[in-house]
């Protein structure tokens, strides 16, 4: 599964690539807001340290303003992965950018419908929002499960990039599901490396070499 960060933040983007843990970026306006940049020249930066699929995600509610935007944001890099809402004005755009050879990332996907939709529309990514979900009671988890099943039966190669993962556990489930792709922010992905056991045993195995009174260096 590759790993995908969720952030507009170009430090912390520069410190997960240098480390291997970045195969894409993914942002939304929210995110674009939250930097305090402007969107062509962040997301330019972006591109220049990520080589893998950046999104960058249009603005408009009609297609053919859509189709404009996501032309402007497509030229910015040759990496970038145009974002478009699951709307039906979203999938008129995803159908003519990508019959032109752009990656397109349909986003804001809650239901397997949505994503068969999108999947017949040339998707490069569909974006299924699972913690949104979890926020109404209902399983995202199911929702990732349930489109890979569709994907899987009828050799659609959109790839699921499961968003709005917001703990670990989001994480192992969505890879044993067999999820392509997953986004998250930051936080969740250095979190992956945190366990109760491995804070414990360091702790224990640091008190016992201070007891040799022993140096490696």
Not at 7 to 28: F, P
Request: net charge negative; proline share 3%; with cysteine.
């Amino acid at each position: 599964m590759r790993f995908f960060v969720d952030t507009a933040d170009v430090a912390a983007i520069a410190e997960l690539n240098d480390l291997g843990m970045v195969d894409g970026v993914t942002t939304n306006p929210s995110l674009i807001l939250k930097s305090g940049r402007n969107i062509l020249e962040v997301t330019k930066e972006i591109c220049s340290i990520v080589s893998g699929p950046v999104s960058a995600e249009v603005v408009a509610l009609k297609s053919e303003d859509m189709i404009a935007e996501g032309r402007k944001l497509a030229a910015i890099a040759e990496n970038i992965a145009v974002k478009v809402p699951l709307t039906w004005d979203g999938l008129k755009t995803c159908k003519v950018l990508s019959d032109e050879g752009f990656m397109v990332n349909v986003t804001l996907c809650f239901s397997a419908n949505q994503a068969l939709l999108a999947a017949k529309a040339g998707a490069t990514f569909i974006s299924p929002f699972i913690g949104r979900l979890d926020d109404i009671n209902l399983d995202g988890l199911e929702l990732i499960s349930d489109i890979r099943q569709i994907y899987d039966n009828y050799g659609f190669d959109t790839q699921i990039l499961a968003a709005s993962i917001r703990t670990a556990n989001h994480v192992t489930q969505c890879a044993l599901i067999g999820a392509d792709v997953m986004t998250a922010p930051p936080s969740v992905i250095k979190a992956l490396a945190t366990h109760v056991l491995t804070d414990k045993g360091l702790d224990q195995f640091t008190k016992d070499w201070a007891q040799t009174g022993q140096k490696i260096i």
